[in-house]
């Protein structure tokens, strides 16, 4: 008899939870098949015929230590009702994956999840229901983005490692699907830019007019710029979160060295020549 402990194992080989058992039974040469099934794509992502369904990560934008969320989305027919594959990501940039089913499926609509090879950067991934997929985007899958990771594209792709690909209709007929990939777009937050400002005064207190106002930066970058005739100068577009050092030339007088640090515009950063 089979009952509800037969299905949850069926979910667990689908998911690459348990690997599959061999059979029992007298061996011998096997019979001749009275249909050849319909076989899934090859792991190449190879597109099957035209009119066939889709299944697609969407990309997204996300910054280092913070959460990038990306949904996986299924081109219907409106006669699916089960879907696995497998998702592999990059576990250097992206982790501790948290996979939900997107709202609008049936109730009846269950989630399976191989996440023992995450740390590989591996998801066995099985959905299936008793009613169709009734919505487009099925899934939903949330990563942690490391604080380290530097700008660039890392990808989130589909294959059969863990969860074997396929998707099926209620009589249990492999569906034809075509696969694409998405990626976690990880681009580093632009720094806010702010301004310095002050004078430059003799020690009785005059200004300094065309004195040269240099900043320098904690991979030794300089800037300078010459103040005005009332001896006022400023500097533009300061990256915010910096320690800078900033100096003063002048022919008459000499200065001592200030190190600012970067959270806000700075007024009122003045110089005064030394005796």
Known sequence: SIDSADVSQVRRYAAGLDLPQPAGGPGGPPQPVLARPVSAPDEDNSKPAAGSRTLH???????????????????????????????????????????????????????????????DGKLGILVDSTNVLAVSRILKVIFDVSPSSGDGASPITFSSSLAKRGTSDANGNQLAMTYENGAVNIVRAAAALFTISGRVLTPD???????????????GLARTVTTSSFGYYSIDGVPSGGTYTIGVASKQYRFATRAVTVTDNLSGVDFVGLE
């Open 205 to 219: 207190g005059r200004s300094i007019r065309n004195a040269r106002v240099t900043i320098v930066d904690q991979s």
């Open 57 to 119: 990560v969407t990309s997204t934008n996300a910054a280092p230590g913070t959460k990038a969320t990306v949904f996986i989305y299924l081109d219907r027919r409106g006669d699916e009702v089960a879907t696995s594959f497998t998702l592999n990501f990059d576990q250097t940039k992206l982790g501790n994956p948290m996979v939900e089913v997107g709202s609008g499926l049936s109730t009846d609509t269950v989630l399976t999840v191989n996440s023992n090879k995450a740390a």
